[in-house]
């Protein structure tokens, strides 16, 4: 019913910049929170940033600063702009939102299936 699919990830050079993007479709009657997820080889999959529908936001200490996080409501699209990107910045970055599908009334998570980000001269 609902599908999360990232766009933007990529091969980049430390130092370097990238610009993730996440488009939600289907049966959506309202999107709440929205997010960026990341997880390195051999690591847990962990916060990176956090968007309300007003539109305040939550980042990873390790991404502070770099990292901006931003939504378009009218599109169902949530925004991942990558700046002075490290080699530890590598991982697979997973879109989730919390959705309330058409006719139900909970906001389940729903996650997309990543998108690449490598971070390596």
């Known amino acids: 019913q609902v599908q999360l699919v990232e766009s933007g990830g990529g091969l980049v050079q430390p130092g370097g910049s990238l610009r993730l993007s996440c488009v939600a479709s289907g049966s959506i009657f309202r999107i709440n929170a929205m997010g960026w997820y990341r997880q390195a080889p051999g690591k847990q999959r962990e916060l990176v940033a956090t968007i309300t529908s007003g539109g305040s936001t939550n980042y990873a200490d390790s991404v502070k600063g770099r990292f901006t996080i931003s939504r378009d409501n009218a599109e169902n699209m949530v925004y991942l702009e990558m700046n002075s990107l490290k080699p530890e910045d590598t991982a697979v970055y997973y879109c989730?939102?919390?959705?309330?599908?058409?006719?139900?009334?909970?906001?389940?998570?729903?996650w997309g299936k990543g998108t690449l980000v490598t971070v390596s001269s």
């Open positions: 989730n939102a919390k959705i309330v599908v058409r006719g139900t009334y909970n906001a389940p998570d729903y």
